[in-house]
């Protein structure tokens, strides 16, 4: 058996839970060979440690040369010529959202993807292909299986209805569906009645608790309260209304300091309200962050909030909860299956500035309710979101019995960087 793991824009600044899940296969001696649409341009390129060495071993689909596009077209035609008909008319026929139409010029450009796929995956001797995209990545998938009759797999992270469309083509071609939350578990039961009940289960990714675990530093008792939030900057993450919130707290007179990780189009639009509402002196933008300064703003964090509009699954929660961080998020969601209102942290209506300054001024004002909800998430981090968790269940579906219970499983994964081969047809 060897695994082919397919992704599309890799890697990017998001991508941490991918790589988790990668490192779990293979200190369980899954042979592993990771693949991707197309390298991230410069600005969303991971600046994690491990990125450039990810990148290094990863095979990328695109670009290709003229050349390239006509040995791979013609390889797979010579291949399998009835396989390479039914990926053509996959392309024509695949029942793509309204948004996409004309369809062809949106999934007929993939059949030159999946023809290279195809000729990888004969090469490395692919036994299996695990997909994290439910859009382009699982079409790939269906015209691949299509060429070689490989078994593919697939997973859903967000709403069903942001993938595209075709989803119950999908769903019925994938050997399996894994989705990140309960809700949408339940979405799925309840409105795709047609897809057997054992093609799809609760698959969450997760945060590897054994690295992302608070130093033994104290804090300063005097210290200004630090607050931080990571996300991409866009309008749905929130992050213009927990700066209006800290107005509102400067405003009745209390501390705190609001960290802001990430980049994205919403930056200019931050900046002019940092500045209109005169909170430059307690809200700073940090930019996109390395894990390693993630872990290490993390550690030096009293309360972590994100108040995205609606956050699908939301693995920055985990990571807060994993570092005893006490973590606010909107009841919408991902939030609500991650946050134990009350006992992890809280959770807030979406959109409203004063109840984020409401939930933050309580926390603020009680370190000891600070300490026990860091303490509790913790523990629910432990128990119910730990990497290893979650990739087991992909280990069990792919291998077909559990992870060899003698590897280790509580230290840190580092993988050493695969020796990419030259692609040729």
């Known amino acids: ?18 790589w988790r899940e990668i490192q779990c296969m293979r200190q369980w001696g899954v042979p592993l060979q990771s693949y991707a649409t197309r390298p991230p341009p410069p600005a969303d390129r991971a600046k994690h440690a491990w990125a450039e060495g990810a990148a290094a071993e990863t095979t990328y689909l695109w670009p290709m040369g003229i ?29 793509v959202d309204k948004t996409q139409r004309p369809r062809w010029k949106h999934t007929l450009p993939l059949v030159l993807l999946a023809c290279k796929m195809a000729s990888l995956t004969r090469r490395d001797g692919i036994t299996h292909i695990h997909t994290h995209t439910a859009a382009k990545g699982a079409i790939i998938c269906m015209m691949v299986h299509r060429l070689t009759g490989t078994k593919w797999s697939m997973v859903v992270n967000a709403h069903i209805d942001w993938w595209g469309g075709a989803m119950i083509q999908k769903f ?11 809700w949408m578990v339940d979405e799925m039961v309840r409105d795709y009645p047609m897809i057997p009940r054992d093609k799809y289960s609760l698959g969450r990714v997760g945060v590897d608790c054994k690295k992302w675990q608070r130093s033994a530093t104290p804090k300063s008792e005097n210290a200004v309260p630090q607050v931080i939030a990571v996300g991409r900057l866009v309008s749905s993450k929130g992050h213009h209304l927990v700066t209006k919130a800290m107005r509102i707290l400067k405003d009745r007179g209390l501390k705190a300091h609001f960290k802001i990780g990430g980049e994205g189009p919403e930056r200019p639009r931050l900046e002019a309200l940092i500045k209109e509402l005169d909170v430059a002196d307690c809200v700073e933008l940090l930019g996109n962050l390395s894990e390693e300064r993630y872990l290490a703003e993390m550690d030096k964090a ?6 995205s509009n609606e956050e699908p699954m939301g693995v920055v929660y ?13 009841n919408r969601g991902g939030p609500l299956e991650l946050i134990k209102d009350g006992v992890t942290g809280m959770l807030i209506p979406p959109q409203n500035p004063e109840a984020i300054a409401d939930a933050l001024a309580k926390l603020i004002a009680d370190p000891d309710l600070r300490h ?9 981090a432990l128990e ?25 499983a509580t230290e840190p994964v580092e993988t050493v960087p695969v020796q990419r081969v030259p692609v040729g047809v």
């Not at 730990?386 to 990739?391: G, T, Y």
């Not at 280990?395 to 019995?401: D, T």
Request: charged share 15%; net charge neutral.
């Open 1 to 18: 058996m060897k695994v082919g793991y397919l992704m599309t824009v890799f890697p990017n600044q998001a991508h941490l839970w991918y």
């Open 67 to 95: 050349f390239s596009i006509l040995g791979y077209l013609l390889v797979n035609f010579l291949s399998a010529p009835i396989g390479f008909i039914r990926c053509l008319w996959l392309g024509l026929t695949i029942d």
């Open 172 to 182: 019925k071609e994938a050997g399996h569906t894994f989705f990140v939350t309960q």
């Open 302 to 307: 009293d309360i972590f909030i994100l108040a």
């Open 318 to 330: 985990m990571e807060a909860q994993a570092m005893e961080v006490p973590t606010i998020g909107t």
């Open 372 to 380: 026990r909800m860091g303490k509790a998430g913790r523990q629910n």
């Open 384 to 408: 119910n979101f730990d990497s290893r968790i979650w990739a087991a269940r992909v280990y069990k579906h792919i291998v077909g019995h559990e992870p060899p219970s003698e590897v280790d």
